[in-house]
């Protein structure tokens, strides 16, 4: 069955600390990436997203994510966390079957980050 | 200019009730969705609808009835309602394949 694994589900930081969070997926067809950002008390905001190219892509507020095919990732980094960023980040990754498309997403990675 | 829009936020109610969340977006999409997020944060969708008409049911009990009018709007019924519909509904929309989805504010249901 395909699934979306996020292997970090609770992350404490630092203010300035080095972030990256795993996120893998299982299924071989034709797929789109996204992470999501959820701020407490808010809904869904999309902070990047890979559709095909550049497997590096870049996001607002200084995330990246960078696709590795071959290991069916999209992990996420940002080089210097904010008490601002903390927040529930879903992976979520779009399968392409049968004429549609469905969007699933992996059970979230709560950050938190301390000043 | 909100872009997803639901009604109510909040909904508290008792069991066996019957209770309707709302979902309109202006930003032309032909694709509307409905997930739940239960207390542990885990998305997953129930339906999807395009052009009014149903695409996805993820085996959704069938007290939870989808209706959308026209493509900008996409409601959520649900009879007899349990403790376990205790969640949080996000609608959302997209222009389909190479889009993202936008999600609205979300409408936390309670009940008791």
């Known amino acids: 069955a395909q699934s979306v694994s996020q292997h970090n589900h609770h992350v404490i930081l630092s203010e300035a600390a080095s972030l990256e969070l795993g996120c893998n997926y299982s299924?071989?067809?034709?797929?789109?990436l996204f992470w999501y950002v959820q701020y407490p008390g808010q809904h869904l905001q999309l902070l990047l997203k890979?559709?095909?190219?550049?497997?590096l892509v870049k996001g607002i507020k200084g995330f990246e994510a960078e696709f590795i095919k071959s290991k069916f990732s999209f992990n996420l980094r940002k080089p210097s966390v904010q008490w601002s960023d903390t927040a529930e980040y879903f992976c979520?990754?779009?399968?392409?079957?049968?004429?549609?498309?469905?969007?699933?997403f992996g059970a979230g990675t709560r950050l938190a980050v301390h000043p | 200019d909100t872009a997803v829009s639901q009604t109510p936020k909040y909904l508290v109610t008792q069991m066996g009730n019957d209770k309707s969340i709302k979902c309109e977006q202006n930003?032309?999409?032909?694709?509307m969705y409905w997930y739940k997020q239960d207390s542990k944060k885990f998305l997953k969708i129930m339906f999807s609808?395009?052009?009014?008409?149903?695409?996805i049911n993820e085996t959704v009990p069938n007290r939870f009835s989808p209706k959308s009018p026209d493509k900008a709007h996409l409601n959520l019924h649900i009879n007899s309602l349990e403790l376990g519909d205790s969640a949080v509904y996000f609608c959302?929309?997209?222009?389909?394949?190479?889009?993202?989805?936008?999600f609205g504010p979300g409408t936390r249901l309670t009940v008791t």
């Open positions: 979520a990754v779009r399968l392409f079957s049968g004429g549609y498309n469905k969007l699933i």
């Open positions: 299924y071989g067809g034709t797929v789109n």
């Open positions: 890979y559709f095909s190219g550049d497997p």
């Open positions: 930003l032309g999409h032909d694709t």
């Open positions: 609808y395009n052009n009014k008409e149903l695409i």
């Open positions: 959302a929309s997209d222009a389909g394949q190479f889009s993202e989805q936008y």
